[in-house]
């Protein structure tokens, strides 16, 4: 099993631009999530999803989209990048056993974002 | 709301116990502890998880107080390796928000 893998590593861009990051994993897990770590500071909840079909809004959603197509694959927009989003971004995958239940969640090496 | 509070830093000789305390006081009954660590810049790492009694693992022991408001991850021989953030997080109750502190930065010494 590859795990949890994110495309691309690095990534540069001007602000205004648009761009999509890139979430898979493959271990059939439901519930995927994207953080956001800025310099010192722990992880924050952008978006999560418990299945294809079903996404959801966690601490810092704003400027971001995504959706779940397939259960694999989790992707994160950003519509028109700000410095302000300049940031680690992981993303996350677990089984789901449901919210009082104990799911342990498995991270991506992450994509590093400089937005200029 | 959720939240978790731990020490932004500690220090630890080699070959000694590590006590990491992180303070839960606002989870709710039936939510889970869990702890990871971040090695350099890398994703977080699974270490362990706890509901109300002390867990242990091949990695590291969890002792939660009974009133479950604080807890405190043990390793019980830490090594240069184990040098890395530790985060104890928490889920906001009934949801699939997880939130995680700022953690504490473990450094072992030689």
């Known amino acids: 099993n590859a795990g949890v893998t994110q495309t691309p590593k690095f990534q540069v861009l001007k602000t205004g631009q648009s761009m999509t990051l890139q979430c898979a994993q493959d271990?059939?897990?439901?519930?995927m999530s994207w953080y956001r770590q800025d310099p010192g500071m722990g992880l924050r909840l952008i978006h999560y999803?418990?299945?294809?079909?079903?996404?959801d809004q966690g601490e810092v959603p704003n400027g971001y989209n995504v959706s779940r197509s397939t259960t694999e694959d989790f992707p994160l927009r950003l519509l028109s990048a700000a410095p302000s989003q300049t940031s680690v971004y992981f993303c996350?995958?677990?089984?789901?056993?449901?919210?009082?239940?104990?799911?342990?969640?498995?991270f991506g090496p992450g994509t590093r974002l400089t937005v200029l | 709301d959720a939240k978790t509070t731990q020490p932004p830093s500690m220090d630890c000789a080699e070959g000694r116990a590590a006590n990491l305390p992180c303070n839960h006081s606002?989870?709710?009954?039936?939510?889970?502890v869990y702890w990871y660590r971040q090695i350099h810049s890398q994703g977080p790492q699974y270490i362990i998880h706890?509901?109300?009694n002390n867990e242990t693992n091949e990695m590291a022991s969890l002792i939660i107080t009974e009133d479950r408001k604080s807890s405190t991850l043990i390793l019980p021989h830490a090594t240069l390796r184990d040098t890395a953030v530790y985060y104890c997080?928490?889920?906001?109750?009934?949801?699939?928000?997880?939130?995680f502190g700022t953690g504490t930065r473990l450094k072992v010494l030689a």
């Open positions: 271990m059939n897990h439901e519930y």
């Open positions: 996350a995958s677990s089984t789901n056993l449901g919210p009082s239940s104990y799911n342990e969640q498995f």
């Open positions: 606002t989870i709710s009954g039936n939510e889970y």
């Open positions: 706890g509901l109300k």
């Open positions: 997080i928490v889920r906001v109750p009934g949801t699939y928000k997880y939130i």
């Open positions: 999803s418990v299945g294809a079909g079903i996404t």
